[in-house]
């Protein structure tokens, strides 16, 4: 009877035990999917802000040479300016 009892608690505690990792396995495919759905919004977000860096590095870069071509032409006319009025 000992030996019945230990082989129905045997068989139990394997279903048991089965159990218990089925469940551990569901738990951390459901945390995988979690994580995998959390990248997938991250990336989303990343193309969106490299987008926007994009746009507002060719604004900069469009400034930028504005300014270089205005300091320029002022630093032409002050050295015409500066250029006549030793020459006279």
Known sequence: MAADKATVWSRDGGVARKQEVDRRCRKSQ???????????????????????AAAYQRSSRKKMCILVIVLLVVGVVVGLIIWASVKH
């Open 30 to 52: 459901e945390s995988i999917e979690a994580n995998v759905e959390s990248a997938d919004v991250h990336v989303q977000s990343a193309t969106q802000q490299l987008s926007r």
